[in-house]
């Protein structure tokens, strides 16, 4: 993997739980992924989960996948600001609860942007992986609600999972190849690597923006040896 890493520090940074790092990855082609592994404080971190794991009201609901029904193979629950125009996936419908049924999501979204000066979410889509069964497939989140540059900022507590993250195949790139040059030359063309894969921790928070959602797709697969329940917040802008 060639990962381009840089450091931001504290003066840019400015949440106190930090630590003061971040990574930041380019992927190319105005594709970016931030990662700040210690985001929120490892105990504050934990009355989070066990606050969440009691009182959203989770819902497994049965959604399609290739013109098929399934139950999704995760919980799930839906939090939006009052006005957003509604969220559609999967042929799914969530219900959109208020911020203010949930008080405490209100100071994880403070952090968030504080995180991040200048960004602004607001909806919250929450996943509960209860073991390593539970899983989210390859997908983007590029629904049109979330226009065409959609910035996710995403919150991990609970249980270590992986992340992926996967460049779609580009038409682009096959276009651009030239004619009679070996296909070992062609795809040495720049040094980003076309996938790569994150641990997310108790207390971590991954961003995507720019072009991630348009050129790449990402899952949390399957993964036998996860056996604790994983709770993943992702904020959202609807525009
Ligand atoms: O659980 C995660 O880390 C990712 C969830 C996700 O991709 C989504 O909710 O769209
Ligand atoms: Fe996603």
């Not at 219900?95 to 949930?102: I, K, L, P, R, T």
């Not at 073991?131 to 900022?153: C, F, M, Q, R």
């Not at 971590?204 to 959602?213: A, I, N």
């Amino acid at each position: 993997m060639n990962l381009k890493m840089t450091k931001e520090y504290e003066s840019r940074n400015p949440n106190p739980n930090e630590g003061g790092k971040r990574q930041s990855i380019d992927l190319g082609k105005g594709s970016e992924v931030v990662l700040i592994p210690r985001f929120l404080a490892f105990d504050e971190s934990w009355k989070w989960f066990d606050y969440l794991n009691k009182e959203i009201p989770w819902t497994r609901p049965t959604i399609r996948v290739f013109g098929r029904s399934c139950v999704q193979p995760r919980d799930t629950c839906y939090v939006a600001s009052a006005g957003l125009p509604e969220l559609s996936y999967s042929g799914y419908q969530p219900h959109a609860y208020s911020w203010d049924e949930f008080p405490p999501l209100k100071d994880i979204l403070e952090a968030v942007h504080k995180a991040f000066p200048g960004s602004y979410f607001n909806s919250l889509l929450l996943n509960r992986y209860k073991g390593g069964n539970d899983y989210v497939g390859w997908h983007a989140d590029d629904e049109k609600l979330y226009g065409s540059t959609p910035e996710i900022a995403s919150v991990s507590l609970g249980c270590d999972r992986e992340f992926l993250l996967k460049k779609k195949p580009s038409k682009m790139s096959q276009d651009k190849r030239v004619e009679g040059e070996p296909p070992s030359k062609r795809s040495k063309k720049n040094n980003h690597s076309d996938q790569h894969s994150f641990t997310l921790k108790h207390g971590s928070l991954l961003l995507m923006r720019g072009h991630t959602q348009r050129d790449w797709v990402h899952s949390v697969p399957k993964r036998a040896k996860a056996e604790a329940t994983r709770i993943n917040l992702t904020f959202r802008r609807v525009v």
